[in-house]
């Protein structure tokens, strides 16, 4: 199921999460911590790997459309503790 979000928002988040997140949430679903980075607008795919991120140009720094909101929640779980 596709999840739509503004890249700004998107932004919000990761700028909310607590220093270390990243690497947690990268430990917690075995993945390397590049990939989650890129989840969140990152470009590093030399070391990440794409994570089915699509970005449409558009106000409030454009449409987001995520294939798979895993790493979203996690990140939304950690905001919540």
């Known amino acids: 199921m596709t999840t739509t979000i503004t890249f700004n928002?998107?932004?919000?988040?990761k700028d909310l999460l607590p220093a270390g997140s990243m690497r947690r949430i990268a430990s917690?679903?075995?993945i390397d911590e590049e990939t989650v980075r890129n989840y969140f607008g990152g470009a590093h795919y030399d070391e990440g790997s794409?994570?089915?991120?699509?970005?449409?140009q558009g106000p409030d720094?454009?449409?987001?459309?995520l294939d798979?909101?895993?790493i979203l929640e996690k990140a939304k779980?950690?905001?919540q503790c």
Do not use: N
């Open 9 to 13: 928002e998107l932004r919000k988040i």
């Open 68 to 70: 798979d909101t895993t």
């Open 61 to 65: 720094g454009g449409v987001v459309k």
């Open 28 to 30: 917690e679903l075995g």
């Open 50 to 56: 794409s994570v089915g991120l699509h970005i449409e």
């Open 77 to 79: 779980a950690i905001l």
